[in-house]
T-cell receptor, first 113, second 113 residues
Framework: NAGVTQTPKFQVLKTGQSMTLQCAQD?????MYWYRQDPGMGLRLIYY???????DKGEVPNGYNVSRLNKREFSLRLESAAPSQTSVYFC????????????FGAGTRLSVL | EDQVTQSPEALRLQEGESSSLNCSYT??????LFWYRQDPGKGPEFLFT???AGEEKEKERLKATLTKKESFLHITAPKPEDSATYLC??????????????FGQGTTLQVKP
């Protein structure tokens, strides 16, 4: 009954370091999403994958890359972290097309010093 | 441009004091409006989906309504456990395949005993 699982839960990076945020879902969903959440800004879409094998940019893609490894897994990579990327990152997956409900993971809290 | 605005940003209520949260939206054809609840340090949790003006959904002390320009989340006789951030999101008609949502900034509700 895991739903959407994100790792790690917390991370501190130095400017210029790289890291990959992992996301996996066990609900057999086709679509997956990466968001960032900043105070007063709401959730902003970084990248999404409407189906296995496809990825597209969202509202704020600069500085990020993604990989849809298989139907279950969707990873977000920061190649050269910047302080502006300090945020809370959420992964989500979408259920049945007719209902279009997105289910979220618990988030990764990232600080870039 | 598709946009979602929530008000107020923060709301403090006494236990039992009913109130409403507002979500105003402009979108090129509404496919669905979603309400989520987010507890501190956790991911958003789905509450309701509304599809057309005049529709209402209820769950315990929460009732969501929809007009052509806005949605209200009515909280009747709230309890301290209702304290959370409530997020509103819309899906535009053109996003059926991608499932992309546009989120508002959220309303943080605090209910004091």
């Amino acid at each position: 009954n895991a739903g959407v699982t994100q790792t790690p839960k917390f991370q501190v990076l130095k400017t210029g370091q790289s890291m990959t945020l992992q996301c996996a879902q066990d609900m057999n969903h086709n679509s997956m999403y990466w968001y960032r959440q900043d105070p007063g800004m709401g959730l902003r879409l970084i990248y999404y994958s409407a189906s296995e094998g496809t990825t597209d940019k969202g509202e704020v893609p600069n500085g990020y890359n993604v990989s849809r490894l298989n139907k279950r897994e969707f990873s977000l990579r920061l190649e050269s972290a910047a302080p502006s990327q300090t945020s809370v990152y959420f992964c989500a997956s979408r259920g049945q097309l007719a209902k279009n409900i997105q289910y979220f993971g618990a988030g990764t809290r990232l600080s870039v010093l | 441009e598709d946009q979602v605005t929530q008000s107020p940003e923060a709301l403090r209520l006494q236990e039992g004091e009913s109130s409403s949260l507002n979500c105003s939206y402009t979108v090129s054809g509404l496919r669905g409006l979603f309400w989520y609840r987010q507890d501190p340090g956790k991911g958003p949790e789905f509450l309701f989906t509304l599809y057309s003006a005049g529709e209402e959904k209820e769950k315990e002390r929460l009732k969501a309504t929809l007009t052509k320009k806005e949605s209200f989340l009515h909280i009747t006789a709230p309890k301290p456990e209702d304290s959370a951030t409530y997020l509103c999101a819309v899906q535009a008609a053109g996003s059926s395949n991608t499932g992309k949502l546009i989120f508002g900034q959220g309303t943080t509700l605090q209910v004091k005993p």
